[in-house]
C-alpha cells in the first residue's frame, strides 16, 4: 500500500458516502414532498 493507493482509496470511500447522502436526501425528501401534497389537497 503505497500513499497513492491510500488517497485513491479514501477518494473513492469520500465518493460512495457523498452518494450515499445524496441518495437518502432524494429518497427522504421525495417521500416528504408526497406526504406534504397529499395533506395539503
Known amino acids: 500500500m503505497t ?3 491510500l488517497s485513491l482509496l479514501t477518494k ?3 465518493v460512495g458516502l457523498v452518494l450515499l447522502l ?3 436526501l432524494i429518497i427522504f425528501g ?7 401534497l397529499l395533506w395539503e389537497n
Open 22 to 24: 445524496v441518495s437518502v
Open 3 to 5: 500513499t497513492s493507493d
Open 12 to 14: 473513492k470511500i469520500a
Open 30 to 36: 421525495g417521500l416528504w414532498a408526497t406526504q406534504y
